[in-house]
């Protein structure tokens, strides 16, 4: 299967996105945050492994495309993913254990323009 540009329609995007409070006020390595975006990443496409478009965006593994934005801090994640279970977006918040602190969210493989709307506040991550 060709694989769409970019800003194709109907290009299957996986969307990260991650506190930057984390790195930028709590001195979190920025090591120790990007594990926590992939374990979210991980974590969404386990979750939702045989979801069409998971399968779909698996199957074109040269060409995915994931896109990683910022969130302020915890309440601002933890809204998005209030946002998100009521908009019918699956997605994987994922809370750092044992310490009990959520960090990240993924969303499964999807369509932009169908998402794109509910991250629209959120800019890329820095």
């Not at 769409?4 to 299957?12: D, E, Q, Y």
Request: glycine letters at 4%; hydrophobic letters at 40%; proline letters at 6%.
């Amino acid at each position: 299967m060709a694989a769409t540009g970019a800003g194709s329609p109907g290009r299957l995007v996986q969307y990260v996105v991650v506190r930057t409070d984390l790195v930028h006020q709590l001195s979190w390595p920025l090591g120790a945050v990007i594990t926590q975006a992939c374990h979210a990443a991980t974590a969404a496409i386990h979750l939702h492994y045989r979801d069409p478009e998971t399968q779909q965006y698996l199957e074109e593994l040269d060409s995915m495309h994931k896109v990683v934005l910022g969130a302020p801090d915890e309440a601002a994640l933890s809204n998005l993913s209030e946002t998100l279970t009521k908009a019918g977006v699956a997605h994987k918040l994922w809370i750092e254990q044992p310490e009990n602190i959520p960090t990240c969210l993924a969303l499964k493989p999807c369509a932009k323009e169908t998402v794109h709307p509910l991250l629209r506040k959120f800019k890329l991550f820095k």
